[in-house]
């Protein structure tokens, strides 16, 4: 997973990755619409606690489904900067549903 997790590099190659936080957690919906995490691996960050509770967007709120919540967190450093000056972090979020099964093992994360 760690090596999943650190193709990051490669993916903003040629920009530096120091600081990047990737975070992959696995999380199945409960009947109050919360979702319950399974395991959780981040790079350069901290994972979620197994069993702990997250809210889910609306259209997610399904009891019994299964979601991979993908987090990314870039700090951004302009190298020309006149309005916006510093470094910020740029942050993305996507849920996607496992394939080709309902969920995923992964004995390597929390």
Request: hydrophobic share 35%; net charge neutral; aromatic share 10%.
């Amino acid at each position: 997973m760690q090596a999943i997790l650190g193709a990051s590099s490669t993916v903003l190659s040629p920009y530096p990755t120091s600081g990047v936080i990737v975070t992959l957690t696995e999380m199945t919906v409960n009947s109050s619409g919360k979702g319950v995490v399974q395991w959780s691996c981040s790079l350069n960050g901290t994972a979620y606690a197994v069993n702990s509770k997250q809210t889910m967007p609306t259209n997610l709120q399904t009891s019994g489904i299964t979601v991979l919540f993908g987090e990314v967190t870039y700090p951004y450093t302009p190298s020309i900067g006149y309005a916006i000056t510093g470094t910020f972090n740029i942050y993305q979020n996507m849920y996607f549903y496992p394939r080709l099964s309902n969920t995923i093992s992964n004995s390597s994360c929390s």
